[in-house]
């Protein structure tokens, strides 16, 4: 992954994980905790692809597992978000835009069953037998109703943020290897370059009409 997409993916999974565990792990809400790294992971990989997502998702699942208070094993939730981030990296749109607010809500609730589901899979392969004791249905239903009402406040902001980043014309040409075309692309996203290929384009206009002009003008005398 380039330098601009790891800075701002780790920043962002910084932030999410602070704000998880001293704000809305202690809300002592009925059933599951909002997710608000996993919606971090969805929308980083919407943007990004199945690769990244699936690296963001791991870096930001083994994150989780190893900040205080985690109560199991290390690699369990990463594996979780890992999974999670490839699979909605393959949904990714065209330009990372979403056109309807349809498919991100339901790759939302996909995501909060399937990552509760998977984590309650792995855990029961480790002998961790929690979700049985809590129910399985009740932190389902609460998982897809928290994410699904958390997700507008987050997914669009990340999103838009991602595109910004990815965008970025310093970073097209860092690319690029400091290719011609890279930096001409900057200029003119910049709004820089526009106005002066404008002016240059002109001239060269003028110039093609002036020579026409003359050639017209030889040519007439040497009819005559």
């Known amino acids: ?47 990004y692809g199945h690769v990244s997502g699936a690296l963001i998702g791991f870096g930001a699942g083994l994150l989780a597992d190893l900040a205080p208070p985690a109560d199991h094993a290390a690699g369990r939730y990463a594996l979780v978000l890992c999974v999670i981030g490839y699979l909605a990296g393959l949904a990714k749109p065209e330009k990372g835009q979403m056109r309807t607010a349809l498919g991100p809500m339901i790759a939302v609730v996909a995501a909060a069953l399937g990552s509760t589901l998977l984590y309650a899979a792995v855990g029961a392969l480790v002998g961790d037998t929690a979700a049985r004791h809590v129910g399985l249905g009740g932190l389902l239903f609460t998982a897809a109703v928290y994410d699904l009402l958390l997700a507008p406040f987050t997914i669009p902001l990340v999103m838009a943020l991602a595109r910004k980043a990815e965008n970025d014309p310093l970073a097209e040409t860092q690319s690029g290897g400091g290719g011609g075309g890279d930096v001409a692309a900057g200029w003119l996203a910049s709004g820089t370059g526009l106005s002066i290929g404008g002016q240059h384009g002109g001239l060269r206009l003028r110039a093609a009409r002036n020579r026409a002009a003359r050639a017209g003008r030889i040519k007439g005398v040497k009819r005559l």
């Open 1 to 47: 992954m380039r330098f601009n997409r790891v800075l701002l993916s780790t920043t962002l999974i910084v932030v999410a994980l602070v704000v998880q565990v001293t704000i809305l792990a202690r809300l002592q809400l009925p059933g599951a905790v909002p997710d608000l790294m996993l919606l971090v992971v969805l929308a980083l990989a919407f943007v």
